[in-house]
């Protein structure tokens, strides 16, 4: 579709006006919001991650990228929240330390929120203890994590291996997901559970549920 397309080119450039001007036209016009989101705003960050790792653009560029993407997001945000439920459980998320990526966390959390769990952000750069402490102490039933980073995937277990050290017999269920982390790794760190995409990982938290 055209204007998703467009999407797409203006959040590649940048442009985040234009972004936040365009995702609501699309809105106006009945696109429903999922492809919105995954033909427009992704699609288009996905192409921003493929020309800077060619070098063909500079982390300036990405930045501005991301500024346009939260553009979009701030409009397409209220329709995914819309209609909240009981809370089905309480969530505590975050990107782990040392880590500055966050749209893809802001997603799942996002969703999560408009699937109706309760949803403690604890934002990007998060120290391990910082999960653990908050899950124990706010009772959650969930940790998620995101890693974007080769290099911070290891907080993960860092997070598992605490967890474990400060209740050895708990129910807390560990969600991991982010572009490198993959079904095997969680396994491998001890994760619950693994999602590849915002929408994947609301099922996945939901598959808790009937246990
Ligand atoms: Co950076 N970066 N970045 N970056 N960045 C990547 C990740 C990279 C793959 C780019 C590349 O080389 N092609 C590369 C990592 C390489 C690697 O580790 N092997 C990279 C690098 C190298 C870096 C720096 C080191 C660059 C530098 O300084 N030289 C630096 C690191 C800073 C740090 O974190 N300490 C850096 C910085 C940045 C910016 C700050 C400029 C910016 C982030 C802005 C922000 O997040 N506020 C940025 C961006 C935007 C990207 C790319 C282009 C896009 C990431 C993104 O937002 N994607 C990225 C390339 C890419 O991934 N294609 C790249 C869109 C988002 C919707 O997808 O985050 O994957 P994603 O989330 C998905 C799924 O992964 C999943 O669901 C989401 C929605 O569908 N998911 C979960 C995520 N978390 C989940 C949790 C779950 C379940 C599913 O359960 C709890």
Redo the contacts with the bound molecule.
Sequence with gaps: MKILEEISKYLQSGDDTKVRELTQTAVEVKIPPGEILDDGL?AG??I???R??AHEIF?PD??L??RA?YAGMDVLKPLFIQGQMPTLGKVV?GTVQ????????N??AIMLKGAGFEVIDLGHDVPSEKFVETACLQKAGYI???S????TMPAMKEVIRLLKEKQPDSAIRV??????ITKEYATEIGADAY????MN?VDVFKSFLSE
């Design positions: 992704i960050m996905n921003i991650g493929i800077f790792k982390l990405v930045l990228a991301a993407m998320i040392g880590d500055l990526h966050d749209i893809g966390k997603l799942v998620g994590l995101s974007l980073l080769t290099t969600i991991v997901g982010g572009a490198p999602g590849f995409d915002a990982a």
